[in-house]
């Protein structure tokens, strides 16, 4: 959102990764989040990365404590929890700056362990809003850092890191999801009491999606537990598993303009998600024939012969694909089901037959004629042009109660016919009569995909 404002209105964008606390942080998830980046299209005109000004948060901490805006906490984690709730100031308040400073220079040199001095900003012990009540800003972690390794371990919170940088990088206009409100007026405080000018703020909903969490937390306890596989599990709405099941860079945008900036928290459905992707991803789907849970169709009679039909059914000039048929085919369960003795139906593209047995898991059926257009068509594919297709199927991983739903990934196996080895794995086909599916592995062999939608 903050992108397409630039884009709008002009500016400066900056990419700005929040990374003050190393035991969160790996050097993959920076390289993850420029990926996600670029794949949605987005381009920064300056990065960086907190952890850099290190050095100048501790300048700016020592201003505070030399102004009596901030000072050394030594109780201990659940004093501090238990005191801000009832409002009441710690002992550690009363001391001078002097002592204050004294202590924190200690903290640098490390004569603290973690969990035993932290910093806190001087705010309002009895203000409704309870990230004023003399909030922490620093703390200790002994842990290292991906990109600063073990050079510090007094590291700012993401409050005092974000409110610094906003004022450094001279932000004018923020963006962000409604959850960051409570900490608008925090913000500003550290920038005031620092001279930093203050941004202007706008507040939108989080997007939630129907069936699926949103929560950073959440995923990364689900990711944990093993139930779902990482980031890009396909039953996530994280970038790389949108991607992943074939979600278009446009759809999102789309989207995010349907929806537009509101604070109404809404629910995303998913079928209006897949709805705006169905008429993006259309346009540039090739066409490939597919059975799931194949039955063996044979066909007596059947002329041997071979046919061209179009990969793609608005450019019939481009590409084509090429079948030699004889008389075996694979048809999938679902279609041989619903077929009766003595019924003419179309193998969709190809002719005309009439069912005339079932055996032994074998359809059994005539050639009858090539150009009557039946109503009933189904796809096939050639036996001698099949190759073996799994397909992964995620559905709503959070039921209606709010329960997690363990199994909400199925697996489908089938046949697909061999012109798709043509294909480039991330390439987002559709499967005819089955659904749009994005590829994940080709061989000669083999076939992969994530199933998007029909």
């Known amino acids: 959102i903050n992108y397409y404002y630039r884009k709008t209105y002009g500016g400066v964008f900056w990419l700005r990764f929040e990374d003050t606390n190393p035991r969160k942080e790996k050097i993959e998830f920076y390289e993850a989040i420029e990926e996600d980046l670029k794949w949605l299209g987005i ?27 901030a000072y050394v906490c030594e109780c201990e984690l659940e004093k501090i929890r238990k005191y801000r709730l009832l409002g009441k100031e710690c002992k550690c308040r009363t001391l001078s700056p002097e002592d204050h400073l004294e202590k924190f220079e200690k903290m640098l040199e490390g004569a603290y362990r973690e969990g035993e001095a932290t910093i806190r900003l001087r705010g309002d012990m ?14 200790i972690i002994e842990a290292e850092h991906p990109i600063q390794g073990d050079k510090y371990i007094v590291w700012p919170t993401y409050d005092y890191a974000c409110s610094i940088q906003d004022g450094l990088c001279r932000i004018t206009h923020v963006l962000r999801s409604a959850e960051f409100e409570i900490r608008t007026e925090l913000q500003n405080m550290i920038r005031e009491l620092l001279g930093l000018p203050n941004p202007i703020i ?12 949103t929560s950073k937390r959440e995923i990364t306890r689900l990711i944990d537990e093993g139930i779902v596989k990482g980031w890009d599990d396909p039953r996530l709405v994280t970038l790389r598993a949108l991607r992943r099941r074939g979600i278009l860079p446009k759809t999102i ?32 789907a090739n066409r490939y024939f597919a059975v799931i849970n194949p039955i063996l169709l044979e066909v007596e009679n059947a002329p041997e012969r071979e046919i061209s039909l179009p990969i793609h059914p608005d450019k019939p000039e481009e590409k084509v694909r090429k079948f030699t048929v004889g008389d075996q085919f694979y048809i999938s369960a679902l279609d041989a089901k619903g077929l009766k003795r003595g019924e003419e139906i179309r193998l969709k593209d190809l002719y005309n037959i009439k069912i005339v047995d079932f055996r032994d898991s074998v359809v059994r059926g005539v ?88």
């Open 43 to 69: 381009r920064w005109d300056k990065r960086k990365c907190n952890s850099e000004d290190m050095p100048l948060y501790y300048e700016y901490a020592r201003k505070l404590i030399s102004n009596r805006h």
């Open 126 to 139: 009895s203000s409704p809003n309870t990230t004023l009540r003399d909030p922490v800003i620093f703390r």
């Open 202 to 213: 706008v507040h939108y909903s989080r997007f939630n999606v129907k069936g699926t969490p």
């Open 253 to 284: 945008e789309d989207l995010m303009y349907q929806i537009g900036l509101s604070k109404a928290n809404p629910i995303i459905d998913w079928k209006l998600l897949t709805g705006l992707n169905r008429k993006n991803v259309d346009k540039i």
């Open 367 to 454: 050639f009858v004629d090539f150009k009557r257009l039946l109503k009933k068509k189904i796809q096939w594919v050639p036996i001698d042009q099949a190759i073996k297709l799994k397909v992964y199927v995620p559905m709503e991983l959070i039921d209606e109660h709010g329960n997690i739903v363990r199994e909400s990934m199925k697996t489908e196996y089938g046949y697909v016919e061999s012109n798709v080895t043509r294909e480039k794995v991330g390439n987002i086909v559709q499967f005819e009569r089955y659904g749009f599916c994005r590829l994940e592995k080709i061989s000669k062999e083999n076939v992969e995909a994530v199933y998007a939608h029909d």
